[in-house]
């Protein structure tokens, strides 16, 4: 047994044919005429959208682009690119405006580290909210973007990306996400780019996790999949136990997340 197997054996049209069929049993069953998804320029955003417009057509998917002044721009410019090459409409709304108004609101300190991730998380719930404008204007659904990577050990915001009505590819781990990707023609700058939510100036995936996607995905593999010991997971995987117990102890802290609210049974 290997950690990677899943990872070896990815059959990507297998893969394709269920995600159409999931998007498509969702829209039709909700009633509504499309799906709304922001597109950061990232591979999960640049393939939900693909997946999307192979599922409903060019004309029922719409795709937000939200920068900040601090967004790159050639991520802005590959979200621009995709669309583009897709044929999909497009709204872009810079949401410098917005999350600065809870800045000035709330009398919060950029400068301070004890504010960094509540407005980094502020940022991501703007975005939220302007994505479920759209939808209710237009009577679509919200396509999140999350992957099972990120899903396992809570990296993402609770009611910001993680706020969607559907999510295509939260079955996928990251390493699945790109091959798929890669499959379906997504230019490699996109689907190998390196993961940034781009939250805060200099965000980078690296600041937040103990290990890259490419280590991290053997590992939840090896957890949550085959449910091994974390001393033997570690051992296959070849990766530090210490940080193996990181993960675990981020899965069982970031569970609320993956659940609905808590309340009193009838």
């Not at 990677?4 to 049209?13: A, H, I, L, V, W």
């Not at 939200?66 to 497009?90: Q, W, Y």
């Not at 990120?150 to 009611?159: H, V």
Request: glycine fraction near 8%.
């Amino acid at each position: 047994m290997r950690l990677d197997e899943s990872f070896r054996n990815f059959d990507p049209e297998k893969a394709l044919n269920e995600t159409l069929g999931f998007i498509r049993k969702v829209v039709k069953k909700s009633n509504a005429s499309g799906v709304v998804l922001g597109m950061s320029g990232g591979v999960d955003s640049s393939l939900t959208a693909v997946l999307c417009v192979r599922a409903l057509d060019k004309e029922k998917v719409l795709g937000i682009l939200m920068p900040t002044s601090f967004t790159p721009k050639e991520d802005v410019e590959d979200g621009f690119d995709l669309a583009k090459s897709l044929g999909i409409r497009t709204e872009m709304v810079n949401i410098d405006e917005i999350g600065g108004s809870f800045v000035k609101t709330l009398k919060i300190s950029e400068g301070d580290c004890g504010t960094r991730v509540p407005l980094a998380n502020i940022r991501a719930r703007v975005r939220m909210a302007v994505l479920y404008f759209y939808a209710n204007v237009n009577n679509y659904l919200v396509a999140g973007t999350s992957d099972r990577s990120e899903a396992l050990i809570g990296y993402f915001t609770k009611y910001g990306d993680g706020g969607a009505d559907f999510l295509p590819i939260r079955h996928l781990f990251k390493t699945q996400v790109r091959k798929l990707a890669s499959y379906l023609g997504v230019p490699e700058r996109m689907a190998f780019k390196p993961s940034s939510p781009q939250l805060y100036p200099g965000h980078k995936i690296s600041d937040e996790l103990p290990l890259d996607y490419d280590r991290l995905d053997p590992v939840l593999v090896g957890l949550f999949d085959y449910k091994l010991p974390v001393e033997k997971v570690s051992e296959m995987a070849k990766v530090p136990l210490d940080a193996v117990m990181e993960i675990v102890r981020r899965h069982k802290r970031t569970e609320h997340k993956r659940c609905l609210p808590q309340a009193i049974k009838q």
